[in-house]
Nanobody, 127 residues
Framework: QTPLVESGGGSVQAGGSLRLSCEAS????????MAWVRQAPGKEREEVVE??????????KYADSVKGRFTIFKDNDKNTLYLQMNSLEPEDTAKYYC??????????????????WGQGTQVTVSS
């Protein structure tokens, strides 16, 4: 059973919006740090960059490049993490993954710190 399953990616024009979902199974995500990361074209998966995270204490953090445009939120009843992406830019084109690790989110993202990963969902923004 895949612990994290993303959905909601697609192709949009610049200025458009998408909402990504990440459904967790096999663990209760409210006790976990949940993060959205992205793999830019031409980069290896281990070179993913954190977009936003939602820590078990309820705190959130965003990359400077997405502040004011993206919102991370959770539905604990559905055990699902979301990423609302507005005012999308071509530079947002990437494969987006959700990842999870127990409890708190580190200040600095490291690929090896995360226990669970989804399969990723592609977001393509055209100019």
């Amino acid at each position: 059973q895949t612990p994290l399953v993303e959905s909601g990616g697609g192709s949009v024009q610049a200025g458009g919006s998408l909402r990504l979902s990440c459904e967790a199974s096999g663990f209760t995500h409210k006790n976990y740090c949940m993060a959205w990361v992205r793999q830019a074209p031409g980069k290896e998966r281990e070179e993913v960059v954190e977009v936003a995270h939602f820590s078990a204490d309820g705190s959130t953090k965003y990359a400077d490049s997405v502040k004011g445009r993206f919102t991370i939120f959770k539905d604990n009843d559905k055990n699902t993490l979301y990423l609302q992406m507005n005012s999308l830019e071509p530079e947002d084109t990437a494969k987006y993954y959700c990842a999870a690790r127990p409890w708190w989110c580190p200040d600095h993202f490291r690929f090896a710190d995360y226990k669970y990963w989804g399969q990723g969902t592609q977001v393509t923004v055209s100019s």
